[in-house]
């Protein structure tokens, strides 16, 4: 008999939202997460959720609008449609778990603006939106008895008949392998971030799950789109929260001009990310920054405002740069911070399309950052993902509740555990060749930084993937120098390193093959957007020798044609 009906992989906003939502629809779910799930990187989302619920002065359609433009017409636009009318529910559900949203002088549900949206429809608690919310699903989890895997790592996913029936993971405390049998899998398993260097992304954030559905044969879309920030702090890539821009802060230059004038007229420095992070790199490149910088300048908010609603990114700029927000403006410069693409799903969250236009294991669905539904398409809106990972979330818990119920009690072959087992005493088995996953791993960080950042070309692109290339054939004898069972994080960082190289590749080739720019992808040689020969998704699957096989899918356009993108 199967273990769960249900199992999660990942106890971020959106593993925890399908958990709630499976254990509500009856199901015998489990979570499973790598950390103790209020580490998971959702934890540091500080700016807020979207919603458009402000009766007569914003609208669903605005904010699908908002979310279409953003995304430069890549998003599909029935996805985004579904998401932005869920998202007022979402809210009021968030609220009624417990999540306490701040509240305007009326005592109404408080909002700030964010870039690229044409009302300020950001719900937020503080700067620490995402911690408000994640703990008190976590609470949610507890009271309902949900099963948590906490520290236990995902090594594979099991398929059998082209069905997934679980996962093989490590169980970190005791390095033990397990099988864990469920009718249904969710992944919910987050983003790639740290294959860059610097990353504003926690260093868990690896890819894992993006790689173990592409292996185990499920499609990946638009991978290529990679998401920098306009700003992150100087030396160590830490974020400062758009919520500093949305209270009103500027960005400057050397000279101490509000550069954005030149570059976004109307927005200013509230276009949307894809657009400030390249007005940024401009002025660097064309010397009108210091050390590799530019400024935001929060000043004239007043230190009362700093100090209350800006609280985190105070101290973090206080800490770490030791700068005093209140009386000078702080160096920061575009970063590394969210991966647009991922596991290709349908609105359903399905990883597989039954009608076969694309491939993927059934019984296998996705949600958060590890998926590509795709609401972001080139460029993500600030506090867009959040309301993704709620909305998608549920949609997952529901969709893999109904999928398990109809499953036959189908028994799992043991072949799967024998097989990681055999994988990972041949990891400890290779001889010390002096090689070691950190330095591997800085070097495939320096790489995508350099040729995948915000400008790129094909020389670039080109060279990146031959340095993946390269380290994945070091990776075929990196060693594993610490043999123990107890909390192995010298394995742990050693698979990890694996999943993100696979995620390079493919992140690598989308941007090779899409010969236009649009959104975050913006190419030095090809500058103009190409609907006639580019209005598609990119598509990655696993070929036989390993190596990515790309290909393409149709954008899903209901009502928004494209338009030329200016703000
Ligand atoms: C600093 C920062 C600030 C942000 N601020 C905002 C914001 O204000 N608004 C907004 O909309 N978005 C924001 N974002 C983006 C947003 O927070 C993330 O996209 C979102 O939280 C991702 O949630 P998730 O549930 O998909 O994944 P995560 O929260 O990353 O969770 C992933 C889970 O998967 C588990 N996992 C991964 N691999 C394995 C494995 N091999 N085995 C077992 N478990 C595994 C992890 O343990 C973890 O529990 C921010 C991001 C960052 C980095």
Redesign the pocket.
Known sequence: MADHDVLV????????RAAIAAHRAGANVAM????H?V????????????AAMRGAEDSIDSHVYDTVKGSDYLGDQDAIEFMCAEAPQEIINLEHMGVIFNRDEEGRLGTRAFGGASYARTF?VADI??QAI?HVMYEQILKAGVRSYEE????DLIVEDGECRGVV?IEMLTGKLHQVTAKAVVL????V?RAFEP????L???G??IA?AYRAGATLLDMEMVQYHPTTLAGNGI?L???ARGEGAYLLNSKGERFMDGYAPNMRELASRDVVSRAEATEIEEGRGVDGCVFLDVRHLGAEAIRTKLKYIYEAALDYAGIDMITEPVPIRPGQ??IMGGVKTDPQTRTWDPDGAWKGPRGLFA?????CVSVHGGNRL????????VVF?KVAGEMASAHAKEQPDTPVSGAHLADAEARIQALFGRPDNGERTAKLRLDMGNAMNEHLAVFRNEEGMRSALGTVHGLQERYEELPVVHKGGVYNTDLIFH??LG?MLECAETICEGGLLRKESRGAHYRRDMTERDDTAWLKHTTANVGEDGRPVMGSLPVTVTKWEPQKRVY
């Open positions: 992989v990942g106890a971020g906003l959106a593993g925890m499973m997460s790598k950390v799930p580490r998971s990187h959702s934890n540091a989302a500080q700016g807020g959720i979207n937020f939106t995402g994640l236990w790592f995902v090594t993971a919910a398993s987050g983003g971030g990353s504003t992304n926690a868990i954030c690896t894992d799950g173990l974020l929260s758009e919520a911070h969210y949600a958060g950052e590890v998926a600030g506090a867009n993902s959040l309301l993704e990972t979330g698979l990890e999943y």
